[in-house]
């Protein structure tokens, strides 16, 4: 009888165990580069970093417009690979620079058009949220010929439930930052900003360099001035820039068209 008990507890320690090896991320450097929303019962996985030491996930939002065209050719001058979250309302008017960036070697995000509020999303329905995105990067398929897979977070809707699983169901990645340059006044603040956070992710001793990712505005007028600048200072601190295919490790650049909801059009 005592032996049954005994075999019993360790079964039951056994079981204990094997459920929280389940729970844990064993991934490499998971820590360093992905957060988990805050949310009980949901997974989703929100990237803020890179998986790899001195790589930077460059990223520049809410374009494109005029600047964009400057931006890319600041870009191709270093050699320097970026992901662009395009706000779809601003494709049509500004077609030529939107397929430059495609054209140049570029990832094409998404992000979501600011007249969408936070109040207005937190009040939808997880079908409702489908909807709304699937039309959003339905404008960006029929103008660019991909369909984005890499979403920016909007209004901090981590912590909304519905939202999450919409993104988790449409098969979305979502990405954060860990350095904005939406705010800067000057450009001597935009290149302290950036070089502050990649001084702080630098340790020449252990060989741990930069991996974060960043959020460039697109449209600022001191934004390709002030990459010129940011250039020279990531190659000080053994950092390159990375799309955010790279950066997070995800295999697939877009996600796959459904040909009855996608349809590829002329502008």
């Known amino acids: 009888m005592?032996?049954?008990r005994l075999n019993s507890f360790r079964i039951t320690v056994i079981l204990v165990v094997f459920i929280i090896?389940?729970?844990?991320?064993?991934?490499?450097?998971?820590?360093q580069r992905a957060r988990r929303s805050p949310v009980i019962n949901v997974s989703t996985v929100v990237y803020d970093s890179c998986q790899n030491n001195g790589e930077i996930g460059v990223t520049f939002d809410e374009g494109p417009v005029v600047t964009t065209r400057m931006i890319l050719d600041i870009l191709k001058a270093n050699k320097i690979k970026a992901t662009f979250h395009l706000v779809p309302s601003k494709i049509k008017e500004n077609i030529e620079y939107a397929k430059a960036i495609i054209d140049e070697g570029h990832l094409v995000g998404l992000h979501v058009d600011p007249?969408?509020?936070?109040?207005?999303?937190?009040?939808?329905?997880?079908?409702?949220i489908?909807?709304?995105?699937?039309n959003e990067a339905n404008i960006i398929y029929k103008a660019l010929g991909v369909n984005p897979k890499f979403l920016r977070l909007p209004y901090n809707l981590d912590k909304n439930a519905n939202y999450l699983k919409a993104v988790e169901e449409l098969g979305f990645v979502l990405t954060d930052y860990a350095v904005d340059l939406s705010?800067?006044?000057d450009e001597s603040q935009f290149t302290d900003i950036y070089e502050n956070t990649l001084k702080q992710h630098y340790n020449k001793e252990t060989k741990e360099y930069p991996k974060f990712i960043d959020r460039n505005l697109d449209g600022?007028?001191?934004?390709?001035e002030v990459?010129?600048?940011?250039?020279?200072i990531m190659e000080s601190y053994n950092a390159k820039s990375v799309t955010l295919d790279v950066c997070t490790g995800v295999k697939e650049k877009y996600r796959p068209a459904d040909a009855k909801?996608?349809?590829?059009?002329k502008w």
Do not use: R
């Open 2 to 4: 005592a032996a049954n």
């Open 183 to 185: 705010d800067a006044s």
């Open 261 to 265: 909801k996608f349809k590829w059009g």
């Open 220 to 224: 600022l007028a001191n934004i390709p």
């Open 115 to 128: 007249s969408l509020t936070e109040k207005q999303l937190k009040s939808l329905s997880v079908d409702k």
């Open 130 to 134: 489908k909807e709304e995105l699937e």
């Open 21 to 31: 090896l389940c729970y844990v991320d064993w991934s490499p450097n998971s820590k």
């Open 227 to 232: 990459w010129k600048k940011i250039v020279a």
